[in-house]
C-alpha cells in the first residue's frame, strides 16, 4: 500500500523533488516506510532519483520525483545528441552511434533490475 502511495503522491506532484522524510510526512508513513517504498520505486525506475551534495563536507542529499514519459525521451534524446557530438566518435556514422547508445541504455537497465 505505500508504494502506491508514495507513487500517486508523487505523480501528483510532476517535475517536483521531495528529500525522502518530506514524502514520508505527506503521504502519512514513518521514514522507513517511505524510504523502503522509495527504493523499490526507484528500482523499477518508475521515479527520479536526484543527489544534491551540500556543505563543506559535501553532505549528499537524496531527492525524489515521478519521470514522465517525456522526461525518459528527451534524456534519452539529449544523450544521443551528446555522442553524436563527442569527438571520441567523430568519423562514426549515426547508426552505429545509435547502436552504442541502445547498448549502454541496456547495462543501464540490466544494473538497475539486479
Known amino acids: ?24 510526512v505527506m503521504v502519512g508513513v514513518n521514514r522507513q516506510t517511505g524510504v523502503a517504498a522509495l527504493k523499490k520505486l526507484e528500482k523499477r525506475g ?42 571520441k566518435f567523430f568519423g562514426f556514422n549515426t547508426e552505429l552511434k545509435l547502436q552504442l547508445l541502445i547498448l549502454a541504455e541496456l547495462k543501464k537497465m540490466n544494473k538497475v533490475n539486479r
Open 1 to 24: 500500500m505505500s508504494i502506491k502511495t508514495v507513487s500517486d503522491f508523487l505523480k501528483s506532484n510532476p517535475n517536483t523533488y521531495f528529500p525522502s522524510k518530506d514524502i514520508a
Open 46 to 87: 518508475e521515479i527520479k532519483v536526484n543527489v544534491i551534495t551540500t556543505g563543506k563536507t559535501n553532505q549528499a542529499t537524496k531527492t525524489y520525483g515521478f519521470t514522465t514519459k517525456n522526461e525518459g525521451i528527451e534524456s534519452a534524446y539529449k544523450a544521443f545528441r551528446d555522442l553524436v557530438n563527442d569527438d
